[in-house]
């Protein structure tokens, strides 16, 4: 019905009602009030009408809200992008029916997803009772799972890294088993717990799935710790008793040198107690027991021994008098532990120190067995007679002794050089002379060396022209006029000669061993030089060599004119011609016109001033320089 029709009928009905109260003859105002009523109950009626419609459409729009927003939720879990704006249609019924659609589909697709998910958590749970804190468990939901992409691949990830922490666990339990099993054997020990029992059975033939038991429990956190502990204890009562064995061992060793016990016996002994089980530590226990009996009945033999020991060692190392006096238990009639102990400390000490020399011991010991070569060979030509004895000759004999001559000549300076070099050098590093009986060996070298003059003569000579050629060339240190000053035996600066260098003279290229050395040297120089300071007037090394120089070239100069007046190729030349090129010498005045040298005319030079340029010193001066060695004894 429209609202035109309904309003005719109303019409109607109202004229209706208006002829029935005329025919009552109701008041106007009472009818005029009952038509108020009755539109009131009309209007009500419409109204309650509009109500229930409103609360329909309001349902409706809800229910849509719902299902949009399930949707919404799905495709997020599953990583999708949805808008957060609804999208309507036509009417709200027919939106809300394309959404139920939608989303029966969108709960399919992730049932599906969901269903792998949980089979993948399922799985990192299983690792939850065997790795415990290791396994990361805010992974596993229970409520809106993700089912995106980057949700199962860190699941996947979760499980292949419990995998291999699972599979190194038990790689790690079944190492540490085999490593207590094998302490156990050594130590002679047994499994004490139920743990201990488990790592024992992993290595005996048990159906894997006891063994899966066995490892569920032992890589677990705390067994873990227990294996590392367990096997710590061990590790530390083995290297206990190692130490423990290793330490009578020597013992024993030092006892069965001092007792004299054979090899063989020793050996029988080692073979039998090789282990570490408490039963061998006894028995190395009982040996050294019996060993200090037989100690402690001998110790005077032993102490005896100790001091011959002590005697050799200070042979080798030339001691005098004073320094074997210092150990007073040699000299003590007191034979106990104590002294031993004391005796056995000072073998050591002396032996360490013989260590620690023994460069130098062995270049002592060769230049003292050159000297008893050198005296047996004297008393042996000292006595005529082993020419012209009676008995069988021996033609041989002075070629021997000449030989033996020419090796002496060759290898005594060399032997003195090393072994200077030696002392030298520790002098330098420890402060103090070499002593050799109590007196340093370089002061007895350098003072035979400088009151025997020709005997050095003669020992150089014998070894020929050979030797005489190079004797410019070796080097001698010696001391100078004070105990401290090192010096040189020839000039140091002479064009010749090659500075010594710190290499050669201490065999070594450390410079702090050198720095002793050098200052000597520096200070020897500054002596000279406030020598040399002292007589201003006196020439000095300088003007010898310029003066010398001069005087060759002049020899040369007329040398090569009288080759030239000679020569019939090169007549026209003058001196002059084949000098040309020649320096001009500041050191000398120009020549006189017409002066001669030798039949031989010099053309004059012109005069010429000194300038600033002039000043520097012509070098050339030096070429071809005599050996200052030569001059050193002029000044």
């Given at each position: 019905?429209?609202?035109k029709?309904?309003?005719?009928?109303?019409?109607?009905r109202?004229?209706?009602?208006?002829?029935l109260?005329?025919?009552i003859?109701?008041?106007s105002?009472?009818?005029?009030?009952?038509?108020?009523?009755?539109?009131?109950?009309?209007l009500?009626v419409a109204d309650?009408?509009?109500?229930?419609?409103?609360?329909?459409?309001?349902?409706?729009?809800?229910d849509?809200?719902s299902?949009?927003?399930?949707i919404s939720?799905?495709?997020?879990?599953?990583g999708?992008?949805?808008?957060?704006?609804?999208?309507?249609?036509?009417s709200?019924?027919?939106?809300?029916?394309?959404?139920?659609?939608e989303?029966?589909?969108?709960?399919?697709h992730?049932q599906?997803?969901?269903d792998?998910?949980?089979?993948?958590?399922?799985?990192?749970?299983s690792?939850?009772?065997?790795?415990?804190?290791?396994?990361?468990?805010?992974?596993?939901v229970?409520e809106?799972?993700?089912?995106?992409?980057?949700?199962?691949?860190?699941?996947?990830?979760e499980?292949?890294?419990?995998?291999?922490?699972?599979r190194?666990?038990?790689?790690?339990?079944?190492?540490?088993a085999?490593?207590?099993?094998?302490?156990?054997?050594?130590?002679?020990?047994?499994?004490?717990?139920?743990?201990?029992?488990?790592m024992?059975?992993?290595?005996?033939?048990i159906?894997?799935?006891?063994?899966?038991q066995?490892?569920?429990?032992?890589i677990?956190?705390?067994?873990?710790e227990?294996?590392?502990?367990?096997?710590?204890?061990?590790?530390?009562?083995?290297?206990?008793?190692?130490?423990?064995r290793q330490?009578?061992?020597q013992?024993?060793?030092?006892?069965?040198?001092?007792?004299?016990?054979?090899?063989?016996?020793?050996?029988?002994?080692?073979?039998?107690?090789n282990?570490?089980?408490?039963?061998?530590?006894?028995?190395?226990?009982?040996?050294?027991g019996r060993?200090?009996?037989?100690?402690?009945?001998?110790?005077?033999?032993?102490?005896?021994?100790?001091r011959?020991d002590?005697?050799?060692?200070?042979d080798?190392?030339y001691?005098?008098?004073?320094?074997?006096?210092?150990?007073?238990p040699?000299?003590?009639?007191?034979?106990?532990?104590?002294?031993?102990?004391?005796h056995?400390?000072?073998i050591?000490r002396?032996?360490?120190?013989?260590q620690d020399?023994?460069?130098?011991?062995?270049?002592?010991?060769?230049?003292?067995?050159?000297l008893?070569?050198?005296n047996d060979?004297?008393?042996?030509?000292n006595d005529?007679?082993?020419?012209?004895?009676k008995?069988?000759?021996?033609?041989?004999?002075?070629?021997r002794?000449?030989k033996?001559?020419?090796?002496?000549a060759?290898?005594?300076?060399?032997?003195k050089?090393e072994?200077?070099?030696?002392?030298?050098?520790?002098?330098?590093?420890?402060?103090?002379?070499?002593?050799v009986?109590?007196?340093?060996?370089?002061?007895?070298?350098?003072a035979?060396?400088?009151?025997?003059?020709?005997?050095?003569?003669?020992?150089t000579?014998?070894?020929?022209p050979?030797?005489d050629?190079?004797?410019?060339?070796?080097r001698r240190?010696?001391y100078?006029?004070?105990e401290?000053?090192?010096?040189?035996?020839?000039?140091?600066?002479?064009?010749?000669?090659?500075?010594p260098s710190?290499r050669?003279?201490?065999?070594?290229?450390?410079?702090?061993?050198?720095f002793?050395?050098n200052?000597?040297?520096?200070?020897?120089?500054?002596?000279?030089?406030?020598?040399?300071d002292e007589s201003?007037?006196?020439?000095?090394?300088l003007?010898?060599?310029?003066?010398?120089?001069i005087?060759?070239?002049?020899?040369?100069?007329?040398?090569?004119?009288?080759?030239?007046?000679?020569?019939?190729?090169?007549?026209?030349?003058?001196?002059?011609?084949?000098?040309?090129?020649?320096?001009?010498d500041e050191?000398?005045?120009?020549?006189?016109p017409?002066?001669e040298?030798?039949?031989?005319?010099f053309?004059?030079?012109?005069p010429?001033?000194?300038?600033?340029d002039?000043?520097?010193?012509?070098?050339d001066?030096?070429?071809?320089?005599?050996?200052?060695?030569d001059?050193?004894?002029?000044?």
């Open positions: 019905m429209s609202t029709k309904l309003i005719n009928e109303l019409d109607k109202l004229q209706k009602l208006h002829l109260h005329d025919e003859g109701t008041a105002d009472k009818q005029d009030e009952q038509l108020r009523a009755l539109f009131n109950s009309m009500h309650q009408h509009y109500d229930q419609v409103a609360s329909e459409r309001d349902t409706i729009e809800a849509i809200k299902e949009y927003q399930r939720v799905l495709k997020r879990l599953m999708e992008y949805v808008d957060d704006s609804v999208t309507y249609n036509n709200l019924l027919s939106t809300l029916q394309d959404l139920k659609v989303r029966e589909i969108v709960e399919k992730y599906k997803r969901l792998g998910v949980i089979e993948l958590q399922q799985e990192i749970n690792f939850v009772d065997s790795l415990e804190s290791f396994v990361n468990r805010g992974l596993v229970h809106n799972i993700d089912v995106s992409l980057p949700a199962v691949t860190a699941l996947e990830e499980i292949r890294r419990c995998q291999n922490e699972h190194a666990r038990k790689q790690r339990v079944n190492e540490s085999r490593r207590m099993i094998d302490l156990w054997l050594m130590l002679g020990l047994a499994p004490q717990n139920d743990r201990d029992s488990a024992y059975q992993l290595h005996d033939e159906p894997e799935s006891e063994k899966s066995l490892y569920a429990e032992l677990k956190d705390d067994g873990l227990y294996i590392a502990q367990r096997i710590t204890e061990l590790e530390d009562t083995r290297q206990e008793r190692e130490f423990r330490e009578v061992i013992q024993l060793n030092h006892l069965w040198e001092r007792l004299k016990i054979p090899a063989e016996e020793r050996q029988v002994f080692l073979a039998g107690t282990g570490l089980k408490t039963e061998d530590i006894e028995k190395f226990e009982v040996e050294l060993l200090m009996k037989l100690k402690a009945e001998r110790i005077e033999e032993f102490i005896y021994d100790a011959q002590i005697n050799r060692l200070w080798q190392l001691m005098s008098i004073e320094e074997r006096q210092a150990f007073v040699a000299f003590s009639p007191e034979y106990s532990d104590e002294a031993l102990e004391l056995e400390n000072e050591a002396l032996r360490q120190l013989i020399r023994k460069f130098i011991l062995e270049k002592v010991d060769a230049h003292m067995k050159l008893e070569e050198i060979f004297k008393e042996t030509t005529p007679s082993r020419l012209f004895g008995g069988r000759r021996d033609p041989g004999r002075l070629l002794e000449e033996f001559r020419k090796r002496i060759r290898e005594l300076p060399k032997s050089d072994l200077v070099a030696a002392l030298l050098e520790y002098e330098v590093t420890t402060g103090t002379s070499f002593c009986y109590g007196k340093p060996y370089i002061r007895e070298i350098t035979d060396e400088n009151s025997n003059p020709k005997k050095k003569k003669i020992n000579s014998a070894a020929g050979s030797a050629k190079g004797k410019g060339k070796q240190l010696r100078g006029d004070d401290d000053d090192l010096c040189y035996s020839r000039a140091a600066t002479s064009p010749g000669y090659k500075s710190m050669y003279a201490f065999r070594t290229p450390q410079p702090a061993r050198t002793d050395f200052t000597r040297l520096a200070e020897r120089s500054r002596r000279l030089r406030a020598m040399r201003p007037d006196e020439p000095s090394i003007h010898h060599v310029r003066e010398n120089n005087r060759k070239r002049k020899a040369n100069a007329l040398r090569n004119g009288k080759k030239l007046r000679h020569s019939s190729s090169s007549s026209d030349h003058t001196l002059e011609s084949l000098f040309s090129d020649r320096i001009p050191n000398t005045a120009p020549s006189e017409g002066s040298m030798g039949g031989i005319v053309q004059q030079q012109p010429k001033t000194l300038s600033d002039d000043l520097s010193l012509n070098i001066i030096f070429d071809d320089g005599p050996e200052l060695s001059l050193s004894d002029e000044l």
